[in-house]
């Protein structure tokens, strides 16, 4: 059963807060549910108010290693007839909240969605039918603004860059933040993730009107980073 952390979290209690982002790449040996749970109680012991996990079994292991996490839960699922992966169905919803998760986390760009689905009609389901609080994964200000407008209570900027209509666009989207801020109700949260790499970015996305940062790769990307210094180092040594 999920605590109730996330329905309960204000603007307030986010504080300008650290949210680790604690996932791995298929494949990785990093990716086991114990290497996952660790690294995310390590997060929580240095400061980090919360932490983003992929996969019902990682927020299981997590939730059961940390039971009083700030848990914002997804699950990254691919299909061929639609770009969006990130929680893009209600078998995904309810899984991920079952699972554990304070928050859920979806995609939440105009996208067609897998299987016909539509955002309004999973946002609907959520709410009425689990209680569940929801991230709204977006790539611009219009789509943030109808996600709130859908219901969704956080509002994430993480898919700048990595959509079709963004994709020449380089992360993190700081520039979102202060519209953003400006036109959503001071209930729902403002979270700046993708692309902060340093904690003068993350520091930055604070100052733009951000409540809280989600930082992923540059803290717990070990296979990324790794291979981003070999590549450099490899490269520099030709």
């Known amino acids: 059963m999920t605590s109730s952390c996330g ?3 204000n603007r307030q209690q986010l504080n300008h807060g650290l949210i ?18 660790a690294m995310a109680e390590a997060s929580l012991r240095n400061g980090a108010i919360g932490v ?13 290693r940390c039971p009083n996490a ?36 979806l995609d939440a760009t105009d996208r067609s ?6 955002l309004e009609s999973l946002v ?4 009425d039918d689990l209680g569940a609080p929801l991230m709204a994964d977006v790539d611009s200000v219009e789509n943030g603004l109808r996600a709130a407008a859908l219901g969704c ?7 700048f860059g990595y959509t079709e209509q963004t994709k020449e666009s380089r992360p993190p989207g700081l520039h979102l933040l202060k519209p953003l801020r400006a036109q959503l109700s001071a209930e729902t949260m403002l979270i700046c993730e993708g692309g902060i790499a340093s904690p003068q970015t993350a520091s930055e996305a604070i100052d733009e009107g951000a409540d809280a940062v989600v930082v992923g790769t540059a803290i717990t990307g070990v296979d ?5 210094y070999h590549r450099h180092i490899t490269r520099q040594t030709d």
Request: aromatic residues 8%.
């Open 7 to 9: 329905a309960g979290f």
């Open 124 to 127: 609907k389901r959520a709410k």
């Open 224 to 228: 990324l980073q790794v291979a981003s």
């Open 113 to 118: 969605r897998p299987n016909g689905e539509d």
């Open 52 to 64: 983003r996990l992929e996969s019902p079994e990682h927020i299981g292991a997590v939730r059961e």
């Open 70 to 105: 700030l848990i914002i839960g997804l699950w990254k699922r691919s299909w061929a007839d639609s770009s969006v992966y990130i929680t893009p169905r209600w078998h995904e919803v309810k899984a991920v909240w079952g699972a554990g998760a304070d928050v859920v986390a």
């Open 153 to 159: 209570d956080w509002i994430g900027t993480t898919l």
């Open 20 to 37: 680790v982002s604690v996932q791995a790449p298929e494949g990785s040996p990093m990716r086991h549910p114990d290497v996952i749970a």
